[in-house]
DNA sequence: GTCTATATGCAGATAGAC
DNA sequence: GTCTATCTGCATATAGAC
Protein backbone atom coordinates (compact mmCIF):
# COMPACT_ATOMS: atom_id res chain seq x y z
CA UNK A 1 0.00 0.00 0.00
CA UNK A 2 1.22 3.38 -1.00
CA UNK A 3 1.47 6.02 1.14
CA UNK A 4 -1.09 7.67 -0.18
CA UNK A 5 -3.59 4.74 -0.25
CA UNK A 6 -3.05 4.95 3.51
CA UNK A 7 -3.42 8.37 3.83
CA UNK A 8 -7.03 8.21 2.36
CA UNK A 9 -8.04 5.00 3.97
CA UNK A 10 -6.93 6.80 7.19
CA UNK A 11 -8.77 9.81 6.27
CA UNK A 12 -12.00 8.06 5.68
CA UNK A 13 -12.07 6.25 8.67
CA UNK A 14 -11.49 9.23 10.27
CA UNK A 15 -13.76 11.95 8.77
CA UNK A 16 -16.39 9.47 8.26
CA UNK A 17 -16.92 8.86 12.47
CA UNK A 18 -16.14 12.78 12.77
CA UNK A 19 -16.83 14.58 9.78
CA UNK A 20 -15.03 17.90 8.64
CA UNK A 21 -15.02 19.76 11.58
CA UNK A 22 -14.42 17.17 14.36
CA UNK A 23 -11.48 15.40 11.93
CA UNK A 24 -8.05 16.64 13.23
CA UNK A 25 -5.35 15.89 10.75
CA UNK A 26 -2.94 14.95 13.47
CA UNK A 27 -5.48 11.98 14.25
CA UNK A 28 -5.46 10.85 10.45
CA UNK A 29 -2.19 11.30 10.45
CA UNK A 30 -1.50 8.73 13.51
CA UNK A 31 -4.31 6.60 11.84
CA UNK A 32 -2.08 6.53 8.19
CA UNK A 33 1.36 5.90 10.73
CA UNK A 34 2.77 8.95 8.94
CA UNK A 35 3.54 12.34 9.94
CA UNK A 36 1.22 15.28 9.99
CA UNK A 37 3.31 17.24 7.39
CA UNK A 38 3.12 14.81 4.55
CA UNK A 39 -0.95 15.01 4.90
CA UNK A 40 -0.28 18.72 3.30
CA UNK A 41 2.09 17.39 1.13
CA UNK A 42 0.31 14.67 -0.49
CA UNK A 43 -2.74 16.74 -0.20
CA UNK A 44 -2.53 20.92 0.16
CA UNK A 45 -5.20 21.04 2.73
CA UNK A 46 -7.55 19.62 5.26
CA UNK A 47 -10.82 21.03 2.95
CA UNK A 48 -8.74 19.41 -0.26
CA UNK A 49 -8.43 15.70 1.53
CA UNK A 50 -12.19 16.05 2.86
CA UNK A 51 -13.46 16.67 -0.57
CA UNK A 52 -11.76 13.51 -2.19
CA UNK A 53 -13.58 11.91 0.75
CA UNK A 54 -17.02 13.31 0.50
CA UNK A 55 -17.59 12.92 -3.26
CA UNK A 56 -16.25 9.54 -3.60
CA UNK A 57 -18.40 8.15 -0.63
CA UNK A 58 -21.33 10.19 -2.57
CA UNK A 59 -20.57 8.90 -5.55
CA UNK A 60 -20.20 5.32 -4.74
CA UNK A 61 -23.96 5.62 -2.40
CA UNK A 62 -26.14 7.49 -5.24
CA UNK A 63 -26.30 6.19 -8.88
CA UNK A 64 -25.96 2.85 -8.02
CA UNK A 65 -29.69 2.38 -9.00
CA UNK A 66 -29.10 2.98 -12.80
CA UNK A 67 -27.53 -0.30 -13.47
CA UNK A 68 -29.69 -3.04 -11.52
CA UNK A 69 -32.48 -1.35 -13.50
CA UNK A 70 -31.84 -2.52 -17.06
CA UNK A 71 -31.38 -5.62 -15.43
CA UNK A 72 -35.08 -6.37 -14.15
CA UNK A 73 -38.07 -6.94 -16.14
CA UNK A 74 -40.90 -5.59 -13.43
CA UNK A 75 -41.08 -3.97 -10.31
CA UNK A 76 -41.16 -6.97 -8.16
CA UNK A 77 -37.77 -7.90 -9.66
CA UNK A 78 -36.44 -4.96 -9.87
CA UNK A 79 -37.36 -4.30 -5.81
CA UNK A 80 -35.61 -7.46 -4.95
CA UNK A 81 -32.66 -6.87 -6.74
CA UNK A 82 -32.15 -3.19 -5.38
CA UNK A 83 -32.53 -4.19 -1.73
CA UNK A 84 -29.91 -7.07 -2.79
CA UNK A 85 -27.53 -5.33 -4.34
CA UNK A 86 -27.93 -2.02 -2.52
CA UNK A 87 -27.77 -3.70 1.30
CA UNK A 88 -24.69 -5.21 0.12
CA UNK A 89 -22.71 -1.77 -1.16
CA UNK A 90 -23.67 -0.23 2.44
CA UNK A 91 -22.38 -3.32 3.98
CA UNK A 92 -19.25 -2.60 2.76
CA UNK A 93 -19.09 1.32 4.03
CA UNK A 94 -21.66 1.23 7.08
CA UNK A 95 -20.62 4.81 8.15
CA UNK A 96 -20.94 6.64 4.14
CA UNK A 97 -24.85 7.55 4.63
CA UNK A 98 -24.71 8.70 8.12
CA UNK A 99 -21.43 10.50 7.02
CA UNK A 100 -22.68 11.99 3.82
CA UNK A 101 -26.38 13.02 6.14
CA UNK A 102 -24.59 15.14 8.24
CA UNK A 103 -21.87 16.84 5.62
CA UNK A 104 -24.97 18.13 3.68
CA UNK A 105 -26.81 18.71 6.51
CA UNK A 106 -23.96 21.31 7.84
CA UNK A 107 -22.99 22.21 4.18
CA UNK A 108 -25.87 22.16 1.82
CA UNK A 109 -23.55 23.28 -1.13
CA UNK A 110 -21.97 19.90 -1.04
CA UNK A 111 -25.17 18.48 -2.70
CA UNK A 112 -25.20 21.18 -5.58
CA UNK A 113 -21.92 20.37 -7.19
CA UNK A 114 -22.69 16.63 -7.13
CA UNK A 115 -26.02 16.78 -8.71
CA UNK A 116 -27.42 16.00 -12.00
CA UNK A 117 -25.92 12.74 -12.51
CA UNK A 118 -29.10 11.04 -11.03
CA UNK A 119 -32.28 12.20 -12.82
CA UNK A 120 -32.51 9.78 -15.26
CA UNK A 121 -31.99 7.07 -12.96
CA UNK A 122 -35.00 7.78 -10.80
CA UNK A 123 -37.12 9.15 -13.48
CA UNK A 124 -37.24 5.47 -14.81
CA UNK A 125 -38.09 3.94 -11.65
CA UNK A 126 -40.71 6.43 -10.62
CA UNK A 127 -41.92 5.63 -14.38
CA UNK A 128 -41.73 1.83 -14.04
CA UNK A 129 -43.48 2.54 -10.48
CA UNK A 130 -46.06 4.15 -11.70
CA UNK A 131 -47.02 2.00 -14.54
CA UNK A 132 -47.51 -1.21 -12.36
CA UNK A 133 -50.03 0.87 -10.10
CA UNK A 134 -51.84 2.44 -13.11
CA UNK A 135 -52.00 -0.92 -14.16
CA UNK A 136 -53.24 -2.45 -11.02
CA UNK A 137 -50.30 -5.00 -10.81
CA UNK A 138 -49.81 -3.55 -7.14
CA UNK A 139 -51.90 -1.21 -4.62
CA UNK A 140 -51.38 2.32 -6.14
CA UNK A 141 -48.95 4.03 -4.22
CA UNK A 142 -46.79 7.33 -4.71
CA UNK A 143 -43.92 6.57 -6.51
CA UNK A 144 -41.71 8.49 -4.47
CA UNK A 145 -43.07 7.04 -1.22
CA UNK A 146 -42.48 3.31 -2.39
CA UNK A 147 -38.80 4.52 -3.29
CA UNK A 148 -38.06 6.36 0.00
CA UNK A 149 -39.73 3.71 1.92
CA UNK A 150 -37.26 1.28 0.58
CA UNK A 151 -34.27 3.48 0.52
CA UNK A 152 -35.29 4.52 5.04
CA UNK A 153 -35.22 0.80 6.29
CA UNK A 154 -32.15 -0.34 4.19
CA UNK A 155 -30.30 3.08 5.39
CA UNK A 156 -31.71 3.79 9.00
CA UNK A 157 -30.33 0.72 10.69
CA UNK A 158 -26.79 1.50 9.58
CA UNK A 159 -27.25 5.30 10.30
CA UNK A 160 -28.69 4.55 13.75
CA UNK A 161 -26.21 2.02 14.33
CA UNK A 162 -24.94 3.14 18.16
CA UNK A 163 -28.80 4.00 19.52
CA UNK A 164 -30.40 0.57 18.16
CA UNK A 165 -27.34 -1.35 19.50
CA UNK A 166 -27.98 0.30 22.76
CA UNK A 167 -31.95 0.08 23.02
CA UNK A 168 -32.43 -3.14 21.26
CA UNK A 169 -29.22 -5.31 21.82
CA UNK A 170 -27.96 -4.21 25.10
CA UNK A 171 -24.42 -3.26 23.42
CA UNK A 172 -24.12 -6.85 22.06
CA UNK A 173 -22.65 -5.91 18.32
CA UNK A 174 -22.96 -9.72 18.09
CA UNK A 175 -26.69 -9.46 18.24
CA UNK A 176 -26.81 -6.32 16.48
CA UNK A 177 -24.70 -8.21 13.75
CA UNK A 178 -27.54 -10.59 13.14
CA UNK A 179 -30.21 -8.41 13.22
CA UNK A 180 -28.56 -6.65 10.55
CA UNK A 181 -27.79 -9.93 7.96
CA UNK A 182 -31.52 -10.95 8.73
CA UNK A 183 -32.59 -7.68 7.30
CA UNK A 184 -32.27 -7.88 3.46
CA UNK A 185 -34.42 -10.88 3.66
CA UNK A 186 -36.88 -8.96 5.75
CA UNK A 187 -37.24 -5.80 3.74
CA UNK A 188 -38.19 -7.77 1.13
CA UNK A 189 -40.60 -9.47 2.57
CA UNK A 190 -41.73 -6.71 4.23
CA UNK A 191 -42.03 -4.51 1.03
CA UNK A 192 -43.48 -7.10 -1.40
CA UNK A 193 -46.02 -7.60 0.98
CA UNK A 194 -47.15 -4.09 1.51
CA UNK A 195 -47.56 -3.54 -2.56
CA UNK A 196 -49.19 -6.84 -3.03
CA UNK A 197 -53.19 -6.57 -3.89
CA UNK A 198 -55.36 -9.24 -2.08
CA UNK A 199 -57.53 -10.72 -3.97
CA UNK A 200 -58.89 -14.14 -3.46
CA UNK A 201 -58.64 -15.58 -7.20
CA UNK A 202 -57.18 -18.78 -6.60
CA UNK B 1 -38.31 36.10 25.67
CA UNK B 2 -35.56 36.24 28.49
CA UNK B 3 -31.91 36.44 27.27
CA UNK B 4 -31.23 32.45 28.52
CA UNK B 5 -34.28 31.49 26.49
CA UNK B 6 -33.13 33.44 23.36
CA UNK B 7 -29.67 31.71 23.90
CA UNK B 8 -31.02 28.41 23.94
CA UNK B 9 -33.53 28.94 21.06
CA UNK B 10 -29.78 29.91 18.80
CA UNK B 11 -27.83 27.05 20.14
CA UNK B 12 -30.04 24.86 19.05
CA UNK B 13 -30.58 25.95 15.34
CA UNK B 14 -26.52 26.37 15.53
CA UNK B 15 -25.94 23.18 17.05
CA UNK B 16 -28.47 21.25 15.29
CA UNK B 17 -27.44 22.45 12.10
CA UNK B 18 -23.64 22.41 12.50
CA UNK B 19 -23.12 20.05 15.54
CA UNK B 20 -20.77 20.50 18.33
CA UNK B 21 -17.66 20.64 16.29
CA UNK B 22 -18.92 22.85 13.43
CA UNK B 23 -21.12 25.50 15.28
CA UNK B 24 -19.60 28.77 16.30
CA UNK B 25 -20.41 30.46 19.98
CA UNK B 26 -20.06 33.55 17.80
CA UNK B 27 -22.41 32.06 15.47
CA UNK B 28 -24.73 31.20 18.46
CA UNK B 29 -24.18 35.12 19.70
CA UNK B 30 -25.37 36.05 16.23
CA UNK B 31 -28.45 34.33 16.42
CA UNK B 32 -29.52 35.32 19.48
CA UNK B 33 -28.33 38.92 19.09
CA UNK B 34 -26.22 39.12 21.82
CA UNK B 35 -22.46 39.17 22.48
CA UNK B 36 -20.01 36.35 22.67
CA UNK B 37 -19.19 36.99 26.42
CA UNK B 38 -22.88 36.48 26.98
CA UNK B 39 -22.79 33.23 26.42
CA UNK B 40 -20.12 32.22 28.98
CA UNK B 41 -21.83 34.26 31.37
CA UNK B 42 -25.05 32.14 31.04
CA UNK B 43 -23.53 28.86 30.40
CA UNK B 44 -19.84 28.47 31.58
CA UNK B 45 -18.74 26.64 27.99
CA UNK B 46 -19.49 25.53 24.66
CA UNK B 47 -19.83 22.02 25.96
CA UNK B 48 -22.11 23.01 28.72
CA UNK B 49 -24.66 24.97 26.35
CA UNK B 50 -24.09 21.72 23.94
CA UNK B 51 -24.76 19.09 26.72
CA UNK B 52 -28.13 20.97 27.39
CA UNK B 53 -29.18 21.16 23.64
CA UNK B 54 -28.29 17.65 23.41
CA UNK B 55 -29.76 15.95 26.13
CA UNK B 56 -33.07 17.92 25.41
CA UNK B 57 -33.66 16.85 21.86
CA UNK B 58 -32.67 13.39 22.90
CA UNK B 59 -35.12 12.98 25.33
CA UNK B 60 -37.75 14.51 23.37
CA UNK B 61 -37.07 12.10 20.72
CA UNK B 62 -37.07 8.67 22.67
CA UNK B 63 -39.48 7.84 25.10
CA UNK B 64 -41.84 9.25 23.52
CA UNK B 65 -43.46 5.78 23.27
CA UNK B 66 -44.66 4.83 26.44
CA UNK B 67 -47.23 7.31 26.77
CA UNK B 68 -49.24 5.78 23.40
CA UNK B 69 -48.73 1.94 24.48
CA UNK B 70 -51.27 2.24 27.21
CA UNK B 71 -54.11 3.53 24.70
CA UNK B 72 -53.80 1.49 22.59
CA UNK B 73 -55.24 -2.30 23.11
CA UNK B 74 -54.02 -4.34 19.85
CA UNK B 75 -51.19 -3.80 17.52
CA UNK B 76 -52.43 -2.21 14.59
CA UNK B 77 -54.16 0.83 16.70
CA UNK B 78 -50.86 0.98 18.33
CA UNK B 79 -48.95 1.33 15.48
CA UNK B 80 -51.64 3.93 14.14
CA UNK B 81 -51.81 5.74 16.97
CA UNK B 82 -47.62 5.80 16.99
CA UNK B 83 -47.29 6.75 13.79
CA UNK B 84 -49.11 10.10 13.79
CA UNK B 85 -47.48 11.10 17.34
CA UNK B 86 -43.99 10.12 16.54
CA UNK B 87 -44.54 12.05 13.12
CA UNK B 88 -46.18 15.19 14.91
CA UNK B 89 -43.84 15.23 17.26
CA UNK B 90 -40.46 15.10 14.38
CA UNK B 91 -42.45 17.46 12.34
CA UNK B 92 -41.82 20.49 15.04
CA UNK B 93 -38.55 19.61 15.43
CA UNK B 94 -37.12 18.37 11.84
CA UNK B 95 -33.51 18.49 12.52
CA UNK B 96 -33.41 16.84 16.09
CA UNK B 97 -32.99 13.19 14.69
CA UNK B 98 -29.92 13.99 12.20
CA UNK B 99 -28.40 15.92 14.98
CA UNK B 100 -28.71 13.62 17.79
CA UNK B 101 -27.16 10.37 15.22
CA UNK B 102 -24.46 12.65 14.26
CA UNK B 103 -23.37 13.35 17.69
CA UNK B 104 -23.93 9.95 18.76
CA UNK B 105 -21.84 8.51 15.93
CA UNK B 106 -19.13 11.44 16.71
CA UNK B 107 -18.90 10.64 20.42
CA UNK B 108 -20.74 7.41 21.31
CA UNK B 109 -20.41 8.14 24.99
CA UNK B 110 -23.10 10.55 24.65
CA UNK B 111 -25.63 7.38 25.03
CA UNK B 112 -24.13 6.29 28.13
CA UNK B 113 -25.26 9.09 30.31
CA UNK B 114 -28.96 8.60 28.76
CA UNK B 115 -29.49 5.15 28.53
CA UNK B 116 -31.85 2.79 31.19
CA UNK B 117 -34.65 5.41 30.21
CA UNK B 118 -36.04 3.53 27.56
CA UNK B 119 -36.07 -0.09 28.33
CA UNK B 120 -39.32 -0.79 29.55
CA UNK B 121 -41.25 0.32 27.16
CA UNK B 122 -39.62 -1.20 24.16
CA UNK B 123 -39.67 -4.22 25.97
CA UNK B 124 -43.63 -4.05 26.34
CA UNK B 125 -44.06 -3.22 22.41
CA UNK B 126 -41.46 -5.90 21.79
CA UNK B 127 -44.26 -8.36 23.69
CA UNK B 128 -46.47 -6.91 21.84
CA UNK B 129 -45.51 -7.62 18.63
CA UNK B 130 -44.45 -11.36 19.57
CA UNK B 131 -48.01 -11.74 21.13
CA UNK B 132 -49.63 -10.84 17.77
CA UNK B 133 -47.76 -12.33 15.85
CA UNK B 134 -47.66 -15.58 17.78
CA UNK B 135 -51.00 -15.72 17.79
CA UNK B 136 -50.96 -15.45 13.86
CA UNK B 137 -52.97 -11.97 13.96
CA UNK B 138 -50.49 -10.38 12.14
CA UNK B 139 -47.71 -11.82 9.48
CA UNK B 140 -44.89 -13.34 11.54
CA UNK B 141 -42.22 -10.87 11.83
CA UNK B 142 -39.52 -10.75 14.61
CA UNK B 143 -40.46 -7.37 16.48
CA UNK B 144 -37.19 -5.59 16.58
CA UNK B 145 -37.60 -5.45 12.78
CA UNK B 146 -41.08 -3.72 12.54
CA UNK B 147 -40.33 -1.18 15.19
CA UNK B 148 -36.87 -0.62 13.06
CA UNK B 149 -38.70 -0.94 9.60
CA UNK B 150 -41.39 2.15 11.36
CA UNK B 151 -38.87 4.35 12.67
CA UNK B 152 -37.12 4.19 9.45
CA UNK B 153 -39.93 5.26 7.54
CA UNK B 154 -40.77 8.17 9.86
CA UNK B 155 -37.42 9.21 10.70
CA UNK B 156 -34.95 9.01 7.26
CA UNK B 157 -37.21 11.58 5.08
CA UNK B 158 -36.33 14.36 7.80
CA UNK B 159 -32.73 13.20 8.17
CA UNK B 160 -32.27 13.39 4.68
CA UNK B 161 -34.26 15.77 3.20
CA UNK B 162 -31.28 17.94 1.52
CA UNK B 163 -30.89 14.96 -0.49
CA UNK B 164 -34.28 14.12 -1.11
CA UNK B 165 -34.87 17.70 -2.27
CA UNK B 166 -33.00 18.04 -4.01
CA UNK B 167 -33.14 14.38 -6.02
CA UNK B 168 -36.92 14.24 -6.11
CA UNK B 169 -38.19 17.46 -6.26
CA UNK B 170 -35.81 19.27 -8.20
CA UNK B 171 -35.05 21.69 -4.52
CA UNK B 172 -38.67 22.57 -4.57
CA UNK B 173 -39.39 23.65 -1.01
CA UNK B 174 -43.51 22.99 -1.54
CA UNK B 175 -43.29 19.87 -3.23
CA UNK B 176 -41.63 18.24 -0.63
CA UNK B 177 -43.47 19.47 2.45
CA UNK B 178 -46.73 17.93 0.35
CA UNK B 179 -44.10 14.68 0.48
CA UNK B 180 -44.13 15.10 4.25
CA UNK B 181 -47.64 15.97 4.88
CA UNK B 182 -48.79 12.26 3.01
CA UNK B 183 -46.40 10.33 4.61
CA UNK B 184 -48.48 10.04 7.93
CA UNK B 185 -51.03 8.41 5.92
CA UNK B 186 -48.59 6.52 3.51
CA UNK B 187 -46.72 4.50 5.91
CA UNK B 188 -49.71 3.51 8.19
CA UNK B 189 -51.39 2.19 5.10
CA UNK B 190 -47.79 0.98 3.95
CA UNK B 191 -47.19 -1.14 7.39
CA UNK B 192 -50.92 -2.36 8.03
CA UNK B 193 -50.79 -3.83 3.98
CA UNK B 194 -47.28 -5.64 4.95
CA UNK B 195 -48.08 -7.12 8.31
CA UNK B 196 -51.92 -8.34 7.30
CA UNK B 197 -52.56 -11.85 6.34
CA UNK B 198 -53.50 -12.07 2.94
CA UNK B 199 -56.67 -14.20 3.44
CA UNK B 200 -59.93 -15.30 1.93
CA UNK B 201 -62.53 -15.39 4.15
CA UNK B 202 -65.13 -13.63 3.31
C1' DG C 1 9.34 11.64 0.25
C1' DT C 2 9.61 12.11 5.04
C1' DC C 3 10.71 14.23 9.02
C1' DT C 4 11.21 18.29 13.05
C1' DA C 5 10.44 22.76 14.15
C1' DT C 6 7.85 26.81 13.62
C1' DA C 7 4.51 30.25 12.05
C1' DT C 8 -0.30 31.79 11.66
C1' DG C 9 -4.92 32.36 12.60
C1' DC C 10 -8.94 31.52 14.80
C1' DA C 11 -12.23 30.12 18.41
C1' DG C 12 -13.15 29.46 23.24
C1' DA C 13 -12.68 31.65 27.33
C1' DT C 14 -11.64 35.53 30.71
C1' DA C 15 -10.91 40.49 32.73
C1' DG C 16 -12.78 44.33 33.73
C1' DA C 17 -15.47 48.73 32.58
C1' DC C 18 -20.16 50.30 32.71
C1' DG D 1 -26.50 41.79 32.96
C1' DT D 2 -24.16 43.35 29.04
C1' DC D 3 -20.54 45.09 26.72
C1' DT D 4 -15.25 45.75 24.64
C1' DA D 5 -10.81 44.25 24.80
C1' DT D 6 -7.64 40.69 25.55
C1' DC D 7 -5.57 36.23 26.61
C1' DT D 8 -4.68 31.39 25.65
C1' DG D 9 -4.40 27.22 23.37
C1' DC D 10 -4.84 24.48 19.66
C1' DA D 11 -5.19 23.00 14.76
C1' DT D 12 -3.96 24.02 10.17
C1' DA D 13 -0.41 25.05 7.49
C1' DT D 14 4.53 26.10 6.09
C1' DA D 15 9.86 26.14 6.18
C1' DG D 16 13.54 23.80 5.76
C1' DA D 17 16.82 19.90 7.08
C1' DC D 18 17.75 15.23 5.67
Redesign the pocket.
Same mark, same amino acid.
Given at each position: M???ESILKAARKVFQRKGLEG?????I?DEA??? &??? !????F?? &??? !?FEKIFSEAFEKMLPAVSGYLSEATNLRQFVVFFIEKYFELISEMPYAPQFILQEINRNPNLIANLTGKFGLPVELVKELIKREADAGLIVPIRPEHLMINIISMIIFPFAAKPIIMTVLFKNKQQAYDEFLNQRQAVIADFVLAAITIKKCDQ
Open positions: TTEARMQEAGIN &KAL !LHYYRS &KEN !L
